[in-house]
């Protein structure tokens, strides 16, 4: 009998890179997907492809799907600054991607049907995340929805189930979980920068550090 498989949104970050573990650790035999959506840098990208391989990842896409020519996002638009003070409570910041995650399940859902895989997995999270509206069980669970009507497998009843593992986790709780997982932190890439080393101020920086602080490795949080 063949094993089962898996798609994994891959980024390169901490949660996505803890996500492809728990699958992997579920006995699927995980296939990465990683976009070069039009970002200001290709740092994350680079640490996605050497990330991979030492998770026991063999198969791994990366798909140009460039965001950035209507902008939006600071993360995309070269007129944008990404901020660096800190994250506005009911505030969306501008490091939100217009309909990024929309569009990066639906492709894997399509490289999924194609790849007879059972699953897709998701590293979003809803506690301590920065605002975005694409990371909420409400987004994921009507996703899922789409999905059962939108592929033959759907059709047939057996449609990839969307899931998130870290969705109701804290970020403190994803380090945690990382660690049992043998996740190797430090070569993981949360920064929304793209220098040699993580800048220490964007949101993401500052949320990961935290956790790690929280969480009692402090030797692994990340400064320029």
């Known amino acids: 009998m063949s094993q089962k498989k898996a798609i994994v949104l891959f980024s390169g970050g901490l949660d996505s890179a803890t996500s492809a573990a728990i699958a992997i650790q579920a006995g699927y035999d995980t296939i990465a997907l990683s976009f070069r959506y039009g970002q200001k840098h290709a740092r994350e990208l680079e640490i996605a492809h050497k990330l991979a391989p030492k998770l026991g990842i063999k198969e791994h896409y990366i798909i140009d799907v460039n965001l950035s020519l209507w902008g939006g996002s600071s993360l995309t638009d070269e007129k944008m600054n990404i901020p660096e003070d ?127 602080i929280k969480a009692g490795y402090a030797h692994l949080a990340q400064f320029n």
């Not at 945690?176 to 800048?199: D, F, H, M, R």
Request: net charge negative; aromatic share 8%; with cysteine.
């Open 86 to 212: 800190g994250v506005k409570p009911d505030e969306i910041p501008s490091t939100y991607v217009p309909g990024r995650n929309t569009v990066f399940v639906a492709i894997a859902l399509s490289l999924a049907e194609a790849k007879e895989a059972e699953a897709i997995y998701l590293g979003i999270n809803a506690v301590d995340y920065s605002g975005y509206p694409d990371c909420r069980p409400e987004y994921l669970k009507t996703f899922q929805e789409l999905a059962n009507l939108s592929s033959k497998v759907g059709v047939e009843g057996k449609p990839p189930q969307l899931i998130a593992p870290l969705i109701h986790l804290s970020k403190e709780d994803i380090v945690k979980k990382a660690i049992t997982l043998n996740v190797p932190i430090q070569e993981t890439w949360s920064c929304y920068q793209g220098g040699q080393k993580p800048c220490g101020v964007c949101d993401s920086c500052r949320i990961r550090n935290e956790a790690l």
